[in-house]
């Protein structure tokens, strides 16, 4: 293709026109991998929009010069913001930018390729049309509610008039986002074609210039005179999942729908939708927060050459078995060891499930079945870049097994531990050369918790830590590196706040009582009902390998505990816990009134556990304790974090 005009002036801009009368701008942002939206880049777009413009070209294709279209708004910038009169300059800005690019006379494309998030969503539904990369990593979002704010540039207006207000409200008020293939099923993209075709696809659309994709009659009247309507049913969804107090985006997602249309600058003073109040709420500075150091997370295995061809887990039980649905959903060649194949076939059964749901597409599906191998023989340790054990939690019998293991690995294979209470030094007792093992521990369940602690023993070689955080990486997890410690960081303060829940059981508190009132503080779910979760015998194991003996000849465990795993009552796996279970659901009464004090006491063990740790060095820093505490136990995430609370608390 012959393109005959680059515009030098810009900086993360250039665009060019072809023989057929077509403009192409792309987009990229020098210095950085990604790109984002500047005050500076969204200054140079709007002067690219005006030389185009000026140009007259039949038709404009914005496209990106990177792995991913545009990521949205730069975080960083909103760090910066001294006031909230800036942070409404800046919405300004990117308002008119796009509103610039939305009026052009002639017809544009936006060809996206990877994330398509925030403003960057919003740059495409500027566009008159959005053809996409037919790819697993092409994914469109709004995640702006996640950072405790809305789409100030035009998304809530114009989003919800594309694809309906039911599917634009879901993306808006979740975060969720959609593959090509799902954009283009519910409207939001024209095209979902694969990289051989795209910029041909892009070209076509934009000259043949067909009408836009207009909404039908029902999804026309939620707009207009069931606007009211469809915004009480997505407050009562909303409620199931965030108190107002806590999380206020959502809420004001659907007030300034209702009220303005989208429009942040009708009202630019109201208290409870407009971006000066939301841009100063403690809960976005500590959404803002909790996304830097989840970033912080990303960057710690930045420069590590290392990706796995092949991993080797050995245990099929419902963790090793998701642990290896999760590599092979990733594109790594997995097998999975365990004694006998009628072992192996339920972690198969659960993956193809889980395969199901994440990729949709048949040949997909059947693309990552074919790369979970069952291996009863275990001969997959010999050829594996990463070795994973997953057995129960028996000292001796992960010495004899890492033992065989030790024998046949590749030299630099990364050999793994996935124990939850077991000191790595033990483990390692016998190895050869112990600095091989590193522990990674996930979490259940593995699919849909991002946390994965990267355990260091005295011995572990840097370099085998360095390469477990790739890994980690390389299956989309969050690497949080530890010392070799009892409980590691998660179960060691998840410990004492169960136990201490457990104890006021035994003293007479209700269940549903106790849960309410976490819930109440922030958590998503109470101690209560997550023990159940995890597994009351896993609580009770968990407690004894980590706790002290009482002093005074109390129980060494709580009663109750002990009462419920005797009779075989485990929790949500057996359908009667503490809560009886209908459908995965526990089946809960009314809890009682309770006293702020409750929430303290309840509380306290979690916080000073914490502390603890921080004072041990068990984890380098506040930051990541607060990090690994959020995305392993769920801490109310709208105060920053266990550490970072109690800082607030003094203040």
């Not at 405790?148 to 114009?158: A, N, T």
């Not at 380098?620 to 550490?643: H, K, N, S």
């Amino acid at each position: 293709m012959d393109r005959a005009h680059t515009d030098s002036l810009l900086k993360h801009w250039r665009w060019e026109q072809d023989r057929e009368g077509l403009a192409w701008l792309t987009f990229d942002k020098q210095g950085e991998s990604t790109n984002t939206f500047s005050s500076e880049a969204l200054q140079e777009l709007g002067a690219a929009l005006d030389a185009i413009a000026t140009a007259g070209p039949k038709g404009l294709v914005i496209c990106s010069a990177k792995e991913n279209f545009i990521a949205g708004a730069d975080i960083n910038q909103f760090t910066r913001f001294q006031s909230a009169e800036e942070a409404l300059e800046f919405t300004r800005l990117g308002w008119d930018t796009l509103q610039k690019l939305r009026d052009l006379p002639f017809p544009s494309t936006a060809m996206v390729n990877g994330f398509c998030m925030g403003g960057g969503l919003e740059l495409a539904l500027a566009c008159t049309y959005r053809v996409a990369l037919d790819d697993p990593k092409t994914r469109f979002a709004f995640p702006e509610v996640m950072l405790g704010i809305w789409p100030f540039w035009h998304g809530l207006q114009w989003l919800p008039k594309l694809v309906g207000p039911a599917a634009g409200l879901d993306m808006i008020l979740t975060g969720r986002s959609v593959d090509a293939r799902r954009a283009k099923k519910i409207g939001l993209a024209n095209e979902a074609v694969p990289l051989r075709v795209l910029e041909n696809t892009a070209r076509l659309v934009t000259l043949q210039a067909k009408p836009p994709r207009k909404l039908g009659l029902v999804d026309r009247l939620m707009l207009g005179v069931g606007r009211r309507l469809v915004a009480a049913q997505a407050r009562k969804q909303v409620a199931k999942r965030a108190r107002r107090e806590h999380y206020p985006a959502p809420y004001a997602i659907l007030d300034a729908w209702v009220k303005y249309d989208g429009n942040p600058f009708i009202a630019p003073d109201d208290p409870l939708t407009s971006i000066k109040a939301l841009s100063t709420h403690p809960t976005t500075r500590n959404l803002i927060r909790i996304f830097f150091l989840q970033e912080r997370m990303k960057g710690l295995a930045k420069g590590v050459d290392f990706q796995a061809q092949h991993v080797h887990v050995i245990g099929a039980g419902v963790m090793g078995g998701d642990i290896a649905a999760v590599c092979a959903i990733r594109g790594i060649r997995v097998t999975l060891q365990d004694t006998s194949t009628e072992r192996i076939a339920p972690a198969v059964k659960r993956a193809a499930e889980l395969f199901r749901k994440r990729l949709k597409d048949p040949r997909r599906v059947r693309d990552a079945l074919d790369r979970l191998i069952p291996d009863v023989s275990g001969a997959g340790a010999a050829r594996a870049d990463v070795v994973i054990e997953a057995i129960f939690e028996n000292l001796q019998a992960k010495r004899e097994l890492f033992a065989k293991v030790e024998a046949v690995a590749k030299p630099d294979a990364v050999i793994a531990t996935n124990t939850s209470s077991l000191k790595l030094a033990d483990v390692a007792a016998q190895f050869k050369d112990p600095s091989r093992l590193v522990g990674i521990h996930f979490f259940n369940p593995v699919p849909q918790l991002q946390l994965v602690e990267v355990v260091s023993g005295a011995n572990t070689s840097v370099e085998m830590s360095r390469r477990a955080m790739a890994f980690v990486r390389q299956i989309d997890k969050l690497p949080l590196p530890v010392k070799d410690s009892p409980g590691f960081l998660v179960n060691r303060v998840l410990g004492p706040y169960m136990q201490n829940a457990f104890r006021l059981l035994d003293e007479g508190a209700k269940p549903e009582t106790i849960d309410a009132a976490m819930e109440e503080f922030g958590m998503p779910m109470g101690p209560i009902e997550l023990a159940d979760t995890v597994g009351l015998d896993i609580c009770l194991a968990a407690g004894k390998a980590l706790g002290k003996k009482a002093a005074h000849g109390e129980p060494e465990a709580p009663q109750v505990l002990l009462n419920k795993v005797a009779l075989g009552q485990l929790g949500r796996k057996t359908g009667q816990g503490i809560y009886r279970y209908e459908r995965g659901k526990a089946v809960k009464g009314q809890p009682d009134a309770w006293k702020p004090e409750l929430i303290e006491a309840l509380i306290e063990p979690y916080l000073s556990e914490a502390q603890a740790v921080q004072a041990e060095g068990i984890v380098a820093d506040a930051e990541l304790i607060d990090a690994g505490l959020i995305f392993g136990t769920g801490f109310a995430p709208f105060r920053g974090g266990p550490l970072h609370y109690l800082e607030t608390r003094k203040q």
